[in-house]
């Protein structure tokens, strides 16, 4: 059965950020008002420039947004603060950084309790949260790229799509769809559709979106038979629902969320900006390497 993705709310989301909107538009703009520091994306083509190394470090150090009081009907979790006192008291001391270059609550927030992870032994996950539609996400991507050049081999690195809404459980269908495919090398190409081309590869109904990445993928050289089919396979499917499960493990309300070794999460705002970002998850991996 098709169920209709209403496009004012995919409209909405993609105008008002990266966090979990589960607001009114009027709550949307006060919130905006009173958080001066988090900026919202241009999305309208005569408002978008070129972006450039400097314009892509203004976005990622953007103040995130968050989430406020969300509704049972969005399935996400309730809001939260940062770090709690009896959160930040569980974390053992020697799972803490070295006092003075990064403070736990600050920089970084500790989950308690860990969640687990799937590595081999000597492996330490680490965890990208993002979505195709988060401006935020994609002016952080050329900092991950040139990460994963050089990153610690001991290093596992996952992209897990947020799963808020709709909208993001469409694109994230996409995500998983490509690597069904073998064809992850069209990440970055979804993610420029979506964000230099104005193009959200998603329509107002599920039929509709489900056309609209057909003929996407086409143009990438995927029959739409061979799409549909991983589309709706059994491994995207299961992907999908590990997905959900991780956006309500992790508490997520604002994209892009980095979650290492599931005992630590952060995002550029806590770093400082996104060459920080790069080394905090570094020092926090190698923390937990040696436990």
Known sequence: MIRPLVLA???????CGCGHASTSHKQAAATQQTQPAAQ??????????????????????????KAGTTSDEDGGPPDRSDVSLEHLAALP???????????????????VPAQPTNVSPGKVEVVEVFWLGCPHCYALEPFIQ?????????????????????????HARLFYTLQALNRSDLFEKAFDT?????????????????????????????????????ANSFSVNSNLQRAEQLTQRYQVQGVPYVVIGG??????????????????????????RHH
């Open 146 to 170: 040139t990460w994963l050049k050089s990153k610690p081999a001991y290093i596992d690195f996952v992209r897990v799509p947020v799963m808020w809404g709709p909208v993001h459980r469409a």
């Open 93 to 111: 001391a020697d799972a803490q950084l070295p006092s003075g270059k990064w403070k736990p609550g600050v920089n970084y927030d500790p989950l």
């Open 40 to 65: 919202q994306p241009n999305t309208a083509p005569e408002q978008s420039a070129a972006i450039t190394p400097e314009s892509e470090t203004a976005q990622a150090t953007a103040a995130q947004e």
């Open 263 to 288: 005992k630590y999460a952060t995002d550029v705002g806590k770093a400082g900006n996104p060459a920080k970002l790069i080394e905090l998850i570094d020092d926090l991996a190698a923390t937990e």
């Open 194 to 230: 979506i964000q230099q081309q104005h193009n959200p590869l998603v329509g107002s109904s599920e039929e509709e979106t489900l056309k609209l990445q057909q003929a996407w993928a086409k143009d990438n050289g995927i029959s739409a038979d061979d799409f549909t089919k991983a």
């Open 9 to 15: 709310p995919l409209l909405a989301l993609m105008v």
